[in-house]
């Protein structure tokens, strides 16, 4: 898919986003979060070559398979993309939190092949990409509430890509997935923003 030109997306302020939210800023490289979100489609997909032993792995008990990290990426990918879209287009109406942990216990994801888990999170990843590169300077910029926390377009960017990176660096330091994979990937990452 090809793109127009996006407006450069600085790093939010501390007033941009609920400080619970630092963590997953700081994982985003200093290229920005478009990079990101761009370089972490090719560590996605290569989750398609695994078989279902493999992707159904829990690295320990009452932790998430490869394939439930997988499709909790894409479900938080909707949130904050929802959540972008209607703060972008300046809609102040407070928008309600999510138990993320309560949507994995119901979400069909253990049933389902790791291929098509793949497959549904790019076609979320295009989309949030497709809505990212169509935002202005003025739409980043424009703030609500989320969760009873104040937040911004432009963290929300930054938020999105950083939630992906900290599930992927898991998946290679708890999951093995290298190991998983038969042969050594490197992922596409670099340090964050803040240095880690």
Not at 12 to 41: C, H, M, T, W
Not at 55 to 70: H, M, Q
Not at 154 to 176: D, F, K, N
């Amino acid at each position: 898919m090809s793109h127009r030109p996006a407006p450069p997306i600085t790093l939010p302020g501390p007033d941009e986003f609920a400080i619970f939210y630092a963590g997953y800023i700081n994982k985003v490289p200093a290229s920005g979060p478009l990079a990101a979100l761009e370089a972490q489609r090719a560590d996605i997909r290569r989750f398609e070559v695994l078989n279902d032993a493999k992707a159904s792995f829990r690295y320990d008990e009452g932790k998430w398979s490869v394939k439930e990290v997988l499709g909790h990426i894409a479900d938080a990918e909707r949130v904050f993309g929802y959540r972008l879209l209607r703060i972008a287009r300046a809609d102040t109406t407070p928008l309600a939190g999510f138990d993320e942990n309560q949507w994995a216990a119901t979400a069909p994801y253990h049933q389902r092949s790791i291929k098509d888990i793949v497959h549904e999170l790019l076609a979320v990843r295009e989309a949030t990409l497709a809505l990212v590169y169509s935002l202005d300077e003025a739409a980043l910029g424009r703030s609500a509430l989320a969760n009873n926390k104040a937040v911004s377009a432009r963290a929300l960017c930054w938020i999105l890509a950083g939630h992906s990176q900290h599930h992927l660096m898991i998946l290679h330091e708890r999951y093995g997935v290298r190991e998983l994979w038969g042969a050594t990937v490197q992922p596409s990452w670099e340090p964050g923003v803040l240095g880690g």
